[in-house]
Each structure stands twice: as structure tokens, then as C-alpha cells.
């Protein structure tokens, strides 16, 4: 993982390349560079985002990352989002928006489009000590129960892995046009306000409970 943890804004990508893999670090490459660009060209750096992979090791021979695999790095990608609950998560390529959305999507169709998911829940002594004086849990996660309090949807943003707008003919190709329109999504989507934690509803009591006091 890079960048500030404290950013609103979280890009997941597939899994580390072969300069990743020797400097621990992701994005470092060609892809990397433009990421940095695109970045920059909506007024943005790395220190103001985060940046992490599905898959934490490289794939043998930068294969596909495999479903087992995917699974075994599962725990790991979820703590992160659980740790920096991200406004905004930006995945990039086939597998981060599949892992991300929970479903068996296409970039290429979902690309550039807006989804809204829930975080998973931290885990009730992690909540207790990173939460504490801050009032109501923010994470939820996806098909979990809400016992831990509710907080605000994270919108997702798929577009193209750099890798695969690089591969496909870079700026002279329309995948990198629609990578741009993408970032401008991207920083138009930050610019609005942050989504207010919604108050749950004080149960009624009951008549038997009334009988307690």
C-alpha cells in the first residue's frame, strides 16, 4: 500500500508487476507513471490518495491472478478498507472492480459509471480503540448485519487498468481518452460534499419494558 491513509480517495488495482514486486510498492512502473499523470491532470498527487492490489504477491509470469488467490489476499485488502474507509474507491481493471462490486462485471461496460457499496465492519475491539470518542461506527460491510452502527455509502468508480491502456496503444487510443474522462469523474465526484452519517431511530419501548422501571 501508498500514499496517505487519511485521503478521501482509494485506488485498487490487480496485483503487483515485476518493479512492484522488487521495491514493495505499488504502481511504480510504466503504469504507475500514468497513474501520476492522470493524477496530475486533475490536480492531484500521490500524497493525496491511497493506493493498494487485490493481490499482494506477483502472479508467476504476470499471469492472471487466480480465484484461490484472490481469496488467500481477501482478509488483507478488506482490513485495509476497513482501516481507511475511503470516500471514494477507484478500481482499476477487471479484477479490482469484480472483488470491489462483488460481482462478475466487465470494465469495459461498467467503466466510468457510479456504484455505491458499504465497507466492511471493523471488528468490534479494533472499532472500540480506533473509534473511541469519535460516536457511531462508520463501516458496513456488504451483506453484513448493521448491528455496529450504519455509515455513509463509498461510491466506486471502475475505469481502465493503466497497464491495459499502456498495452493497447497509450494516448493515442480510446481507451485513454476514456481514462480521462474517468479522472474528470473522479474529481468531480470529490468535489461534492461528503455524505452526512444518517441517525438510526431510538426504539419505542414497550409495554414490558416500561414494567422494568
Known amino acids: 500500500m501508498d ?7 482509494m485506488f485498487v488495482g490487480e496485483a503487483p508487476g515485476f518493479h512492484e514486486d522488487r521495491q514493495g510498492l505499488p ?13 496530475r491532470s486533475i490536480g492531484l498527487d500521490r500524497s493525496q490518495c491511497t493506493i493498494c492490489n487485490v493481490i499482494k ?8 491472478p487466480m480465484p484461490d488467490e484472490i481469496e ?12 481507511i474507509r475511503p470516500r471514494v474507491i477507484v ?4 479484477f479490482a472492480t469484480r472483488f470491489i462490486l462483488a460481482k462478475q462485471v466487465s470494465i469495459s461496460r461498467v467503466r466510468g459509471q457510479r456504484f455505491e457499496i458499504e465497507i466492511p465492519p471493523r471488528q468490534q475491539g479494533q472499532e472500540q480503540g480506533q473509534e473511541q470518542g469519535r460516536g457511531q461506527g462508520r463501516g458496513q460491510g456488504r451483506g453484513q448485519g448493521r448491528g455496529q452502527g450504519r455509515g455513509p455509502l463509498v461510491t466506486v468508480i471502475p475505469t481502465f487498468h493503466p497497464a491495459a491502456v499502456l498495452h493497447g496503444g497509450g494516448n493515442a487510443s480510446p481507451a485513454f481518452n476514456a481514462l480521462q474522462e474517468d479522472f474528470r ?23 414490558e419494558q416500561e414494567a422494568l422501571f
Open 27 to 39: 504502481f511504480v512502473g510504466a503504469a504507475g507513471q500514468l497513474l501520476d499523470t492522470m493524477l
Open 72 to 83: 488467500s489476499c481477501r482478509p488483507f485488502l478488506e482490513a485495509q478498507l476497513r482501516f
Open 91 to 94: 478500481t482499476l481493471g477487471n
Open 57 to 64: 504477491c506477483r502472479p508467476p509470469g504476470n499471469r492472471d
Open 185 to 207: 469523474l473522479i474529481a468531480s465526484v470529490l468535489a461534492e460534499p461528503p455524505t452526512a452519517i444518517p441517525e438510526e431511530p431510538e426504539p419505542e419501548e414497550t409495554a
Open 3 to 9: 500514499g496517505n491513509p487519511d485521503s478521501p480517495l
